[in-house]
């Protein structure tokens, strides 16, 4: 039976029950022991009495923390601050560990943790978070299977580059001048790269099936060092034929508000042991996030609130430049105080495909910028005019030989279509108000670190 669900017993069961996990703490009296165990279900420990006499008690003397053991006994009510423990019938030692086991009990710094990527889960941090990853995943589903969206699996491997920046791995079985003189040769018979975005693919499944999202691994080649980039991170791409701009933005804040309110629903303990070890107004900007509606501003506005700010930035506001982390930081926590959606960019920093506007100098672009990370949804509405779309292709200086079934979209039944990229890791940097990408995925790859 999980930890979780003994601890959660209403009641005790007549039959004994069979607990199986890792020892974190063992000690010893005169004719008994105690034992704590747990098994990644939960955050809390079950405890153990094992009472000299019991079969496997010269086990039970033998565990050292990280040992996985295999217990029988009887639910009983605890003396302590829990409400249930476990008198042990019968114990089985699976597997002990040697002293040198890393994870004591004490605090290890963040770096060591990653050091030991392999073990790290057992930790409670750790543990906290990636039960949090899982239930945010489930949620990600859920809201979309709840609406229709049908899930789409959209290739890994792609000759397109969607974002137009070239920071992309290349996936090849040559070597040497054959790279650069004879890509035909190469695996797929033409240069190939790990994707940076499954968007354009779900795009010709939106001009199908109207509502799709595609959730699955991206990959960007970025020499970047900060606490918000890795090389390799999750994506949640849903794509909207039929929807503009204002369908997309509604669609992105729904969203975020739905994750939020699950996590705060499901994810209870945990995110209160991140409020207490992390970061303690967690909880109660997450609740703030969870009932408030959220603010939204033009490009222009925001570059108008920014300069008039007073503030002084590392990196210079001015139109027609992106807004860095800084810039988002300042509108969610110290203007508006919320989390803000910034649309109409100046179409001289987006991609190609995203919906030029009405004044010619704009697209119809949109981020969404939550409190403590900045930008965690990025999306648009997509140019479906097919001699609008030339144009973006020329003058981003792509060719539409490469790019012909992203135009045939336009030439068969075009119709305005939108959507947005969630990066799942930002996401979770949010709801556990853990600071550094490198700790809410399991194994990061980051420029000169794939380990594990």
Same mark, same amino acid.
């Given at each position: 039976?999980?930890?979780?669900?003994?601890?959660?017993?209403?009641?005790?069961?007549?039959?004994?029950?069979?607990?199986?996990?890792?020892?974190?703490?063992?000690?010893?009296?005169?004719?008994?022991?105690?034992?704590?165990?747990?098994?990644?279900?939960?955050?809390?420990?079950?405890?153990?009495? !094992?009472?000299?006499?019991?079969?496997?008690?010269?086990?039970?003397?033998?565990?050292?923390?990280?040992?996985?053991?295999?217990?029988?006994?009887?639910?009983?009510?605890?003396?302590?601050?829990?409400?249930?423990?476990?008198?042990?019938?019968?114990?089985?030692?699976?597997?002990?560990?040697?002293?040198?086991?890393?994870?004591?009990?004490?605090?290890?710094?963040?770096?060591?943790?990653?050091?030991?990527?392999?073990?790290?889960?057992?930790?409670?941090?750790?543990?906290?978070?990636?039960?949090?990853?899982?239930?945010?995943?489930?949620?990600?589903?859920?809201?979309?299977?709840?609406?229709?969206?049908?899930?789409?699996?959209?290739?890994?491997?792609?000759?397109?580059?969607?974002?137009?920046?070239?920071?992309?791995?290349?996936?090849?079985?040559?070597?040497?001048?054959?790279?650069?003189? !004879?890509?035909?040769?190469?695996?797929?018979?033409?240069?190939?790269?790990?994707?940076?975005?499954?968007?354009?693919?779900?795009?010709?499944?939106?001009?199908?099936?109207?509502?799709?999202?595609?959730?699955?691994?991206?990959?960007?080649?970025?020499?970047?060092?900060?606490?918000?980039?890795?090389?390799?991170?999750?994506?949640?791409?849903?794509?909207?034929?039929?929807?503009?701009?204002?369908?997309?933005?509604?669609?992105?804040?729904?969203?975020?508000?739905?994750?939020?309110?699950?996590?705060?629903?499901?994810?209870?303990?945990?995110?209160?042991?991140?409020?207490?070890?992390?970061?303690?107004?967690?909880?109660?900007?997450?609740?703030?996030?969870?009932?408030?509606?959220?603010?939204?501003?033009?490009?222009?506005?925001?570059?108008?609130?920014?300069?008039?700010?007073?503030?002084?930035?590392?990196?210079?506001?001015?139109?027609?430049?992106?807004?860095?982390?800084?810039?988002?930081?300042?509108?969610?926590?110290?203007?508006?105080?919320?989390?803000?959606?910034?649309?109409?960019?100046?179409?001289?920093?987006?991609?190609?495909?995203?919906?030029?506007?009405?004044?010619?100098?704009?697209?119809?672009?949109?981020?969404?910028?939550?409190?403590?990370?900045?930008?965690?949804?990025?999306?648009?509405?997509?140019?479906?005019?097919?001699?609008?779309?030339?144009?973006?292709?020329?003058?981003?200086?792509?060719?539409?030989?490469?790019?012909?079934?992203?135009?045939?979209?336009?030439?068969?039944?075009?119709?305005?279509?939108?959507?947005?990229?969630?990066?799942?890791?930002?996401?979770?940097?949010?709801?556990?108000?853990?600071?550094?990408?490198?700790?809410?995925?399991?194994?990061?790859?980051?420029?000169?670190?794939?380990?594990?």
């Amino acid at each position: 039976m999980p930890v979780s669900q003994v601890l959660n017993c209403e009641t005790a069961p007549a039959e004994p029950i069979l607990v199986q996990g890792w020892v974190r703490t063992r000690r010893d009296s005169k004719a008994f022991s105690f034992v704590e165990i747990n098994d990644g279900s939960c955050l809390a420990n079950l405890q153990i009495i !094992a009472d000299q006499g019991i079969p496997g008690y010269e086990d039970v003397l033998q565990l050292r923390t990280g040992a996985s053991v295999s217990i029988t006994g009887n639910l009983v009510e605890s003396q302590g601050k829990q409400k249930w423990e476990l008198q042990a019938t019968s114990v089985e030692m699976l597997g002990n560990a040697e002293e040198d086991f890393p994870l004591q009990k004490k605090g290890h710094s963040m770096e060591f943790l990653r050091s030991i990527a392999h073990l790290r889960p057992r930790s409670n941090l750790f543990g906290a978070v990636f039960r949090v990853r899982s239930r945010m995943a489930y949620a990600i589903h859920q809201f979309f299977q709840d609406k229709g969206f049908v899930y789409v699996h959209t290739p890994i491997i792609t000759a397109s580059d969607c974002e137009g920046a070239g920071e992309m791995f290349r996936v090849t079985t040559l070597d040497g001048e054959e790279l650069d003189t !004879a890509p035909e040769k190469d695996f797929f018979g033409k240069p190939s790269y790990l994707t940076v975005s499954g968007q354009l693919e779900g795009e010709t499944f939106a001009c199908a099936l109207s509502n799709i999202y595609t959730f699955g691994p991206t990959f960007r080649a970025e020499n970047s060092h900060t606490s918000r980039h890795a090389s390799e991170f999750w994506m949640v791409e849903p794509e909207m034929a039929f929807c503009d701009l204002q369908g997309d933005m509604d669609l992105a804040e729904e969203m975020v508000k739905y994750l939020v309110t699950d996590a705060l629903e499901h994810c209870r303990e945990d995110l209160q042991f991140f409020n207490s070890f992390i970061d303690k107004g967690l909880i109660e900007r997450l609740q703030f996030v969870s009932e408030r509606s959220f603010e939204r501003v033009s490009y222009t506005e925001a570059v108008e609130l920014l300069e008039n700010s007073g503030e002084k930035f590392e990196y210079p506001v001015e139109y027609g430049l992106n807004l860095q982390s800084e810039h988002e930081r300042w509108l969610t926590e110290e203007h508006f105080k919320c989390p803000v959606t910034v649309y109409n960019y100046p179409a001289t920093v987006k991609p190609f495909y995203m919906r030029r506007n009405d004044d010619d100098k704009t697209v119809a672009a949109m981020d969404l910028l939550v409190p403590g990370i900045g930008e965690i949804v990025g999306g648009s509405q997509r140019e479906e005019r097919l001699d609008v779309l030339r144009e973006n292709l020329k003058h981003h200086d792509l060719s539409e030989e490469d790019y012909w079934w992203y135009v045939d979209l336009r030439k068969y039944g075009t119709v305005k279509h939108a959507g947005f990229g969630l990066g799942f890791e930002r996401l979770l940097m949010f709801v556990t108000g853990v600071a550094n990408i490198r700790d809410v995925i399991p194994f990061p790859r980051t420029p000169g670190s794939a380990d594990f």
